[in-house]
């Protein structure tokens, strides 16, 4: 099994930033992908932005210039780096891996348990 560990979540005033941390660990072979999801009362769980492992993303267009992706693949670690906040970017951020577990063939998708944005006006 994979376990997902975030965080870097919490409270911002619009126009701020934050930088949310993912990482992975368990008894892993291989990563293709990981990224980060956001979901509120309101709205399905949505792909934020998301990075292979040869380091190609893609982003929401609603973040686009202000989110930034990037991976550690030594470390199994994802970053979201949030700049210029907006409170419509209030969510709870999910952390995904698509992962190679060393005792299967098949990848499998893991999610983190989520980490609270709240950005205030």
């Known amino acids: 099994q994979v376990q997902l560990v975030e965080s870097g979540g919490g409270l911002v005033q619009a126009g701020g930033s934050l930088r949310l941390s993912c990482a992975a660990s368990g008894s892993i072979f291989s990563i293709n992908l990981m990224g980060w999801y956001r979901q509120t009362p309101q709205n399905e769980r949505e792909l934020v932005a998301s990075i292979t492992s040869d380091g190609k993303t893609n982003y929401v267009d609603s973040v686009k210039g202000r989110f930034t992706i990037s991976r550690d693949n030594a470390k199994n670690t994802v970053y979201l780096q949030m700049n210029s906040l907006k409170p419509e970017d209030t969510a709870v951020y999910y952390c995904?891996?698509?992962?190679?577990?060393?005792?299967?063939?098949?990848?499998?998708?893991?999610w983190g348990q989520g980490t609270q944005v709240t950005v205030s006006s």
């Open positions: 995904k891996a698509i992962v190679r577990v060393t005792s299967k063939i098949y990848h499998d998708m893991y």
